[in-house]
């Protein structure tokens, strides 16, 4: 492949980290300074202060973009190539940049599994949802019409006005469904065209939690992959109004959002965590198979413990997965609470002594880990795609 040409081309001692300016940016561009390497941003003009301004120091180099699409400009590549960049995708960088292209004509070398990418879209074949019930893990149960809810549901439909933003809904009946959809496109938070492309799942009665995960290329170096600690959402307006009393919620008349705006970190059980040990294992597997070389880099299991649906008793617990990010969380709450960190310090301590690092703290760390030891090797090109 052209890419793993480049790659293997690259001056292997002038590794440059390279990220889009927005997301998670300061997390990859925190971590790729930890160790030692050189960084890029590129950035979309009138969204660049965090970086180019407040965050300067983290960023060796700076590209100004009219358009965060226009990446895939030749000239655009070339510096990037010439710098000898290894990209991190993010969610922006799928959104705005967009498949076709990340697929077609975007030539950097990327640290992680550029097909996968397009298989977060809900409406895309071969879709997250396909490759979690295709890996045999515990998953809402799906409702294919609105006439067909019969229990609590929510509806997962994406805002009108903004591309990275679901506006969720809940319906107990198809005639709930009807009216709270109606309301919503009233006020202009939805439109016809997402409500027919929404979802519309059971909702499960569990404590959320998102399960966050380095999956190795280099299994013979570092196995195949580690657990990192787990985030939940906070989100505007939801969080809002869930802060009120009850009777004043019940008072309010306004659609409720769900535009996520912060996470936090918590803890699990130990006799439970074993549950996102083995939805991991099982979704890295398919991934292998459907999308090899699989899922390279970070990547997080979204979902809930419940009680299981198929325990008539009710007392076995379950990992239900509601969704899933191929690619960088964008959750830098995990480093700072996240109890693994320690854990991970202690397995990784000799690559850490020997890369001038004294410790894990952040998720990104163990992506900057492998991307660092396979430039030292001459490995870059089995980690890129």
Not at 235 to 255: F, Y
Not at 356 to 367: K, Q
């Amino acid at each position: 492949m052209e890419i793993h040409k480049i790659a293997s081309e690259y001056d292997q001692e002038k590794i440059t980290i390279g990220v889009l300016g927005s997301h998670s940016a300061e997390e990859v561009g925190v971590s790729a300074k930890a160790f030692g390497f050189p960084t890029v941003v590129v950035c979309q003009r009138g969204r660049e202060e965090l970086y180019a301004k407040y965050n300067r120091h983290l960023f060796d180099h700076v590209i100004l973009l009219d358009r965060f699409s226009d990446i895939v400009r030749e000239d655009v590549q070339e510096k990037l190539l010439k710098l000898n960049t290894i990209f991190i995708p993010n969610r922006s960088f799928s959104v705005y940049v967009g498949y076709d292209n990340i697929e077609d004509k975007f030539r950097v070398p990327m640290y992680g599994n550029r097909l996968l990418l397009r298989a977060e879209e809900r409406n895309a074949p071969r879709n997250q949802y396909w490759l979690l019930e295709k890996a045999g893990l515990k998953v809402p149960r799906k409702f294919n019409r609105p006439e067909d809810i019969d229990r609590l549901a929510i509806v997962k439909v994406q805002q009108k006005r903004k591309p990275l933003e679901r506006a969720f809904f809940y319906a107990s009946s198809p005639e709930e469904y009807y009216k709270r959809a109606e309301e919503l496109i009233k006020k202009d938070v939805i439109d016809e065209e997402g409500l027919r492309k929404a979802r519309i799942e059971e909702y499960v009665l569990g404590q959320k939690f998102n399960a966050n995960f380095q999956g190795w290329a280099l299994k013979n170096v570092f196995g195949d992959f580690d657990f990192l600690g787990f985030d939940d959402r906070k989100q505007t307006n939801l969080h809002g109004i869930l802060s009120l009393p009850a009777r004043d919620q019940l008072s309010l008349d306004v659609p409720v959002k769900n535009e996520e705006i912060g996470h936090y970190g918590l803890t699990m059980r130990e006799s439970q965590k074993p549950l996102v040990y083995e939805a991991a294992e099982r979704f890295r597997r398919i991934c292998e198979e459907e999308y090899p070389p699989g899922m390279i880099g970070l990547f997080a299991l979204q979902g809930a413990v419940a009680y299981d649906s198929d325990d008539p008793e009710q007392k076995r617990l379950a990992f239900y997965v509601f969704d899933v990010s191929p690619r960088v969380p964008g959750s830098p709450c995990v480093g700072p609470t996240s109890p693994e960190m320690r854990r991970l310090t202690l397995k990784y301590q000799r690559l850490l002594k020997k890369f001038g690092v004294d410790r894990i703290e952040s998720s990104m760390d163990l992506s900057m880990i492998e991307i660092r030891y396979a430039a030292e090797n001459g490995l870059l090109s089995d980690i890129v795609t």
